[in-house]
């Protein structure tokens, strides 16, 4: 899903939470829900696309279509470690705990922006919310990128 439509609706759901639970809250959902495919970065860099500002702002608003055709890069499962980490629903576990105990607006923020995010990221990867496990993921290694390769065909996945 494009980074901007993350933003937009992080926008959105910020400003209906901020309106709702304070500040703090509604800058922390639309932070988490625009800013938690920064782990794309090092994904477009290893593809061969310049991370130049002026590249990474024009890929912001860019379909997966349009990015293959203007930098030449396919989606695939971006090999970094940011990846697995930032769409996990272990993320949001650890923000809940992390809000049960301070109760800080910030950080039930931060819970809700990954929430949007993973929702709206749900279609685009094969096995639904199993996707965003990190502990499923380990378990089901075997298959994962077999799944990712039948749910996108004709899309490059790179081996590890």
């Known amino acids: 899903m494009r980074a901007s439509l993350h933003a937009a609706a992080g926008a959105a759901a910020g400003l209906a939470v901020?309106?709702?639970?304070?500040?703090?809250?509604?800058?922390?959902t639309f932070l988490a829900s625009a800013l938690l495919d920064a782990d794309h970065v090092g994904h477009f860099a290893g593809r061969g696309m310049s991370p130049t500002p002026a590249n990474l702002a024009r890929a912001y608003f860019?379909?997966?279509r349009k990015l293959q055709r203007h930098f030449g890069?396919?989606?695939g499962i971006p090999d970094s470690w940011a990846f697995p980490v930032l769409h996990s629903v272990e993320l949001a576990a650890g923000l809940l705990a992390a809000w049960l105990v301070t109760g800080h607006g910030l950080v039930l923020g931060l819970l809700l922006g990954t929430a949007l995010h993973l929702a709206m990221d749900t279609r685009y990867y094969p096995g639904g919310w199993a996707s965003f496990s990190l502990v499923l993921k380990y378990l089901r290694r075997a298959t994962?990128?077999?799944r990712w390769r039948r749910f996108h065909p004709g899309r490059s996945v790179r081996e590890r």
Do not use: W
Request: glycine share 24%.
């Open 62 to 64: 860019m379909t997966p």
């Open 18 to 28: 901020g309106s709702a639970m304070g500040t703090g809250a509604g800058a922390g």
């Open 144 to 146: 994962h990128r077999d």
């Open 73 to 75: 890069l396919s989606r």
